[in-house]
C-alpha cells in the first residue's frame, strides 16, 4: 500500500512537472506575441506621427522679415571685421617690435666701437664722485641693523629662559620656605 501511495505520489509530480513545463512554454509563446503586437502597433503610431509631422510642415510657412535677416548679417559680418583686424594690428605690432630690436642691435653693433670710450669715460666719473666714506657709513648703519635685529630676537629667548629658571627656582625656594616653617611653625617667606 506504502508503495501504491509512493507511485501516485511520483506520478503526481512527474505530471505536475510537465503541466509547470507546458504552462511556462505557454506564457512565454503568449508574451512573444504580445511583444511583436506592440512591436507592429508602435509601428503604426510612428508612421501616423510622420504623416501628421509631414503635413503640418507643408502647410506651414516662416516668414522672416528681411530686417532681421540683414541685423543678423551685419553682426557676423561687423564680429569677423573686429576679429580680422585685431589680428592685422597684433601681427603689425609684432612685427614692429621685431624690427625695432633689429634696428637697435644693428646701430648699437654699428657704434659699439664709437660710444665704447664715451660710456667708460662717463661711468668712471660717475664712480670718481662716490664718496667712500658715505658708502662705509650706510654699509656699517645697515650692518648694525642686522645684528640688532639678530641679537635682538636672541635676547627675547633668553630672556623667556631665565625668568622660566627663575620662576623655578622660587617655587624651589618656597617649598623648602613650607617646609622649614611647617618644622618650626614659623610663616617663612623668600622674595627673589
Known amino acids: 500500500m506504502e508503495n501504491r501511495e509512493q507511485n ?3 506520478t503526481y509530480e512527474i ?3 510537465r503541466v509547470k513545463g507546458w504552462l511556462c512554454v505557454g506564457v512565454a509563446l503568449a508574451a512573444t506575441g504580445a511583444a511583436i503586437y506592440c512591436r507592429h502597433e508602435m509601428k503604426k503610431s510612428i508612421r501616423l506621427l510622420n504623416r501628421a509631422a509631414d503635413s503640418v510642415k507643408d502647410l506651414t510657412v516662416i516668414e522672416v522679415r528681411q530686417e532681421i535677416v540683414d541685423r543678423a548679417i551685419n553682426k557676423a559680418a561687423n564680429q569677423e571685421v573686429g576679429n580680422a583686424v585685431r589680428r592685422t594690428v597684433q601681427s603689425m605690432n609684432d612685427r614692429i617690435s621685431d624690427q625695432t630690436r633689429k634696428r637697435v642691435n644693428e646701430v648699437v653693433k654699428e657704434n659699439y666701437a664709437k660710444i665704447r670710450n664715451t660710456v667708460a669715460q662717463a661711468i668712471a666719473k660717475e664712480a670718481t664722485q662716490i664718496d667712500r ?3 662705509m657709513d650706510e654699509a656699517t648703519e645697515k650692518a648694525k641693523e642686522m645684528l640688532l635685529e639678530k641679537f635682538d630676537g636672541k635676547l627675547d629667548g633668553l630672556l623667556s629662559d631665565y625668568q622660566r629658571n627663575l620662576d623655578n627656582v622660587g617655587k624651589i625656594y618656597q ?3 613650607s617646609k622649614m616653617a611647617g618644622d618650626t611653625e ?3 617667606t623668600l622674595k627673589i
Do not use: F
Request: hydrophobic share 35%.
Open 8 to 10: 501516485r505520489t511520483r
Open 15 to 17: 505530471n505536475w512537472e
Open 133 to 135: 666714506s658715505d658708502i
Open 175 to 177: 617649598s623648602i620656605a
Open 186 to 188: 614659623k610663616n617663612v
